[in-house]
């Protein structure tokens, strides 16, 4: 389980597979997840009220979709000695081409995804570490 | 020896010649141990004593015996420490970062203190110390924060040439009672972002700074104008 970070209009996806390894999914790391909540931009979304929810959602709860992971509770080591380690596992929805579904992202994420070429999500992370 | 037994029971003494045959047979091992003792081998024997009998020291060659080496021990007592020095007179010359970390320095960084580390690539990171781990060169430092509310712990390497400095923002007021503060990451006892008070202490830092380089301006002043006054 996996916090959604993008305004897709997923909140909590599962992971239901990583793609190319065996192991645990780190940063950068391509994975397929299930929508299991979904984001209600009713109240919050107060100047972006025009449109409706069901078009501000542009995914549904039980869609497999791809995403990529961004932040990891587990310690990451970089090259130089440090260690990183997030309080929560968090993911960006991407389609099958690798684009980001949603616009915007609330939240830092790892600068891991340099490595990965994964700047289009970097581009819109207000912070990265 | 005579059998007195009857002829209508023949097995009669059978157990009787059995016995004395046994007795006999005794007698004669007996004998054999009692020859045996009597032949006993040459005493006080001593392998040495054959080769004593054909040596020859003209036909022997004269083996040339090398010392053994040195004994690590009595050349360097402790040879990990005195890595361990070295390496960190390489990567700390001035001994600011061992200082700041010593456990006899009364002024060191404590768990609890909050903590600025500038790293040569990327942001500085600041945030509250949790651990130090100290084990010679590889001595760490694990810091937490909260960015965009979400946490974040980062180690670093005190003494990694990456870092260009670790400056302490704010001290705890009291000491901490444990060497771990892994409790700092329950919500009950989270202290939140650190942001505004290091921007705080940023500010300061550049007006004392900037005080600092007027007065020492203004000296410099003063003395030119003595100079100028003297001359």
Not at chain 2, 129 to 152: E, K, S
Not at chain 2, 157 to 182: C, M
Request: hydrophobic fraction near 35%.
């Amino acid at each position: 389980m996996l916090n959604c970070i993008d305004n897709s209009g997923a909140a909590v996806v599962e992971c239901v597979k990583v793609f190319r390894s065996k192991r645990a999914a780190k940063i950068g790391d391509r994975i397929i997840v299930v929508v299991q909540k979904q984001r209600n931009f009713g109240p919050e979304s107060g100047p972006g009220g025009s449109v409706s929810i069901s078009a501000a959602n542009k995914v549904r709860r039980g869609d497999i979709r791809h995403a990529v992971v961004v932040r990891t509770a587990k310690q990451l080591q970089r090259p130089d000695g440090s260690v990183v380690k997030f309080d929560d596992n968090a993911c960006v929805l991407i389609n099958k081409g690798g684009e980001p579904i949603g616009t915007r992202l609330n939240g830092l994420v790892g600068k891991e995804l340099r490595d990965k070429k994964w700047s289009k999500i970097l581009s819109l992370a207000p912070m990265h570490l | 020896m005579s059998t007195p037994c009857a002829p209508a029971r023949p097995l009669a003494g059978l157990k009787h010649t059995l016995r004395q045959i046994r007795s006999e047979r005794r007698v004669q091992q007996r004998c054999y141990a009692t020859a045996q003792k009597e032949t006993m081998p040459i005493q006080n024997f001593h392998p040495g004593a054959i080769m004593r009998g054909n040596h020859k020291p003209d036909n022997m060659k004269r083996i040339p015996v090398i010392p053994p080496p040195k004994s690590a021990t009595t050349v360097c007592k402790d040879p990990i420490s005195a890595v361990t020095q070295s390496q960190i007179s390489v990567l700390d010359p001035t001994g600011a970062r061992t200082r700041l970390f010593d456990k006899a320095n009364i002024e060191r960084a404590k768990v609890g203190d909050i903590l600025l580390v500038r790293t040569k690539n990327g942001d500085p990171f600041a945030g509250v110390c949790l651990n130090v781990r100290r084990v010679g060169i590889d001595t760490a430092i694990l810091l937490r924060n909260q960015l965009t509310r979400v946490g974040v712990e980062m180690w670093f390497k005190i003494y990694s040439p990456n870092v260009e400095g670790i400056e302490v923002v704010q001290r705890k007021e009291k000491r901490a009672r444990r060497a771990k503060l892994y409790y700092m990451r329950q919500p009950r006892h989270d202290i939140g972002s650190v942001e505004n008070i290091v921007r705080q202490y940023q500010r300061q830092r550049a007006m004392t700074r900037s005080s600092e380089a007027k007065s020492r301006d203004a000296n410099s002043h003063k003395k030119k104008n003595n100079k100028r006054g003297s001359n």
